[in-house]
């Protein structure tokens, strides 16, 4: 059966390695957009998915490109599989595969939709995190919720650090829903119910605006804490707070 991957880092490379440790499925190509991605996945030596799948001879392509290479396979592809890739999928391009397009979401569905979900799970305070893996459809991440990669919040996590708790927890899940697939067939995978107390919220690209100050009153709290650990992520701009009118960055890292 053919599966196609659509990504550009080592998340998606794990995928695809683990995806050709079956005789059953084929990969004919992969699609990537962004060659300028920053790989802070948890795991440093993985190469980036355009690169890995240049070594193994498997043909990078561009989203534009995706329905005329399916239309050149002699079989539809099963199913697609994005891993933070950095384009919006339509109609037309979920409608090139037989059952559809599975995503890897970076936060808890339907709690910690859109963006910036580490960053969020944090400042809400929560002690469990994780991921999501859901059926794409026309809205964002508003598709079937197939299962939730549950990680625990540690007392010491910062965003990177849940971050990659969350890629890794990410990949475990969908080794399991792969597996499902190819035993019972993808249109018959199980799904999971989000709990009943579950919040449903999107987070667009302005949501965190005005969030980053801690005043100099409150450094002492809890809640400024959560703040400092939720801005604590390599190559972005940390929580502050304000000293003679000056930003005064606040990190818990070294």
């Known amino acids: 059966m053919n599966i196609?991957?659509?990504g550009e880092l080592p998340l998606a490379t794990k995928?695809?390695?683990?995806?050709?440790?079956?005789?059953s499925i084929n990969v004919p190509f992969v699609v990537c957009e962004n060659y300028n991605a920053k790989n802070l996945d948890p795991w440093p030596e993985t190469p980036m998915l355009y690169e890995y799948a240049a070594s193994q001879n498997i043909p990078v392509i561009k989203l534009n490109e995706l329905e005329a290479y399916c239309a050149k396979l002699s079989e539809k592809p099963v199913v697609g599989i994005t891993a933070r890739f950095s384009r919006i999928l339509k109609e037309n391009h979920l409608s090139v595969f037989e059952n559809g397009i599975i995503n890897l979401h970076g936060g808890l569905l339907p709690d910690f939709g859109g963006l910036y979900?580490?960053?969020?799970?944090?400042?809400?305070?929560n002690k469990i995190g994780?991921?999501?893996i859901h059926w794409i459809d026309?809205?964002?991440?508003?598709g079937a919720l197939?299962?939730?990669c549950i990680c625990d919040i540690a007392a010491e996590d910062n965003a990177f650090s849940l971050h990659q708790k969350v890629q890794a927890s990410l990949l475990d899940g969908l080794k399991s829903v792969v597996s499902e697939g190819l035993e019972r067939g993808f249109d018959k995978i199980s799904h999971e119910v989000a709990p009943a107390d579950a919040k449903p919220a999107y987070y667009s690209k302005g949501s965190l605006e005005?969030?980053?100050?801690?005043a100099f009153s409150e450094l002492g709290s809890e809640k400024a804490l959560r703040t400092i650990r939720?801005?604590?992520f390599p190559g972005y701009e940390p929580a502050y707070t304000m000293i003679a009118g000056q930003k005064v960055f606040l990190r818990v890292t070294i």
Do not use: P, Y
């Open 4 to 6: 196609v991957i659509f």
């Open 15 to 23: 995928i695809l390695q683990f995806l050709q440790s079956f005789e």
């Open 117 to 125: 979900s580490v960053n969020h799970m944090l400042l809400s305070g």
């Open 130 to 132: 994780g991921g999501s």
């Open 138 to 142: 026309l809205g964002i991440d508003t």
């Open 146 to 148: 197939i299962k939730r």
């Open 210 to 214: 005005g969030l980053r100050e801690v």
């Open 230 to 232: 939720a801005f604590d």
